[in-house]
């Protein structure tokens, strides 16, 4: 604590004025953290498609507790870091990983909670889905980051889909 100088000017019934210098503490003020829960990722579906001349296989999910992170999180962040080529990212990142920690997808420009009400990844039928996956939002802001449980990843690790 740093303490702070102020003078105090002292009179006693008719006596001349005594100058009295008196030092204070200041007191450090805490930095307000957020308590936000960690994120409820629930697995919503699968669906199979053609784009591009190729097969894939989506995975949907919901974050059930989106509405409980700030609409701060998902307002345009232009004085961070940009992601690719988007220079007004969001201010919060959200990012998919499967239970081993391989990043399969990422959000960087989400400008409402409601986008993660259905949201997921693709990845192209014949390759191996992901047994189990879990999302972090990272608030590039203050650094903080919440992780949710794990959910269905659509695969068993090893397995193939056809």
């Not at 995975?59 to 992601?83: E, G, K, S, V």
């Not at 080529?85 to 998919?96: E, K, L, Q, T």
């Not at 990845?123 to 949710?148: C, F, K, M």
Request: glycine share 8%.
């Amino acid at each position: 604590m740093k303490p702070s100088t102020f003078a105090l000017l002292l009179t006693t019934f008719g006596a001349p004025a005594v100058a009295q210098t008196l030092t204070a503490p200041r007191l450090a003020v805490p930095a307000v953290t957020l308590a936000l829960p960690n994120p409820v990722l629930v697995h919503v579906g699968q669906e199979q498609y053609q784009a591009n001349g190729k097969s894939w296989v989506r995975q949907t999910y919901r974050i059930t507790n989106r509405d409980m992170y700030p609409a701060a999180f998902w307002t345009a962040a232009p004085t961070l870091p940009a992601c690719g080529g988007n220079a007004s990212a969001s201010r919060a990142w959200v990012d998919i990983f499967t239970a081993s920690g391989q990043r399969l997808y990422g959000y960087c420009a989400a400008t409402s909670a409601a986008e993660f009400n259905l949201f997921g990844f693709q990845i192209e039928q014949g390759r191996p889905l992901p047994a189990q996956v879990y999302v972090v939002i990272t608030d590039r802001q203050t650094g903080r980051r919440w992780q949710s449980n794990l959910s269905d990843g659509g695969g068993a690790g090893s397995v193939v889909i056809h």
